[in-house]
């Protein structure tokens, strides 16, 4: 994939170089939503990707989210990161559902995360020079894109014996940075809402376990995550 596929004002890595400040999260008891922003992404039931999939969520049931994350015995890494990045879709995709009357063009004019963080759309191909466009749109841009990248059959095979492609690691990472902008737009720009909802548990322990796994398997620059960087020590040393 070429180059920086999306761009902020400031910064090597494109992104203006102070986080915002973190509020404390208090959990509180989740009212799941079955609404999703696109689709969901099914794995095929019967293949050895379901199977994963089955045994990561036994993991997580174990509340363990360190060793939830670690790549099984014996199994490929690509296979585990194409799995656990299904499912962050699929985490993000409702998560993101749940919110969607709050974050309007009106009220998200611009796609931030926070006042020093703003994110700007191109993804190489349809748009090639990035643009400033609203929180909704671009959400809507990158979660089509991701969408675009899951069903294509020659990034993630889903066939037995199909290999992976070389440039695999690469796109899987582009995926998880542009998911975890969602993340954060969440929680700087919609926390009130999501704590209205009661979901903020359900929020918390999503953030935490994708970003566990993006940490062991190191998927995204720290530089990235600047704008959560408050938030991740914190669950960080809760983990401790």
């Not at 794995?43 to 969520?57: D, F, N, R, T, V």
């Not at 998200?108 to 190489?124: K, L, N």
């Not at 970003?211 to 990235?224: A, G, H, K, P």
Request: one cysteine or more.
């Amino acid at each position: 994939m070429a180059g920086e596929l999306a761009h902020f004002p400031e910064g090597p890595d494109g992104c203006h170089r102070e986080a915002g400040r973190e509020e404390e999260k208090r959990p509180l008891t989740g009212n799941r939503s079955s609404k999703t922003f696109k689709p969901k992404k099914n794995i095929p039931e019967g293949s050895h990707q379901y199977e994963l999939l089955k045994h990561a969520e036994a993991t997580l049931g174990s509340g363990n989210l360190r060793q939830a994350v670690m790549l099984p015995e014996g199994e490929d890494l690509n296979e585990w990161i194409a799995v656990n990045t299904v499912d962050f879709f699929n985490q993000i995709n409702m998560l993101y559902g749940t919110i969607t009357e709050f974050c309007t063009e009106i009220s998200c004019s611009v796609m931030s995360a926070g006042p020093r963080y703003e994110y700007h759309w191109a993804d190489g191909t349809n748009i090639k020079k990035p643009i400033k466009c609203s929180a909704p749109k671009y959400i809507d841009y990158l979660m089509t894109w991701v969408q675009d990248q899951l069903d294509d059959e020659t990034l993630f095979p889903s066939k037995i014996g199909v290999p992976f492609p070389k440039n695999f690691m690469s796109v899987a990472k582009t995926i998880l940075k542009r998911l975890f902008r969602v993340y954060a737009h969440i929680y700087h720009q919609h926390f009130d809402s999501v704590m209205q909802l009661q979901e903020e548990a359900h929020l918390n322990t999503s953030f935490k376990h994708f970003i566990f796994f993006v940490q062991e398997f190191n998927l995204i620059d720290r530089r990235e995550l600047a704008p959560l960087q408050d938030l991740i020590e914190k669950l960080g040393s809760k983990d401790r």
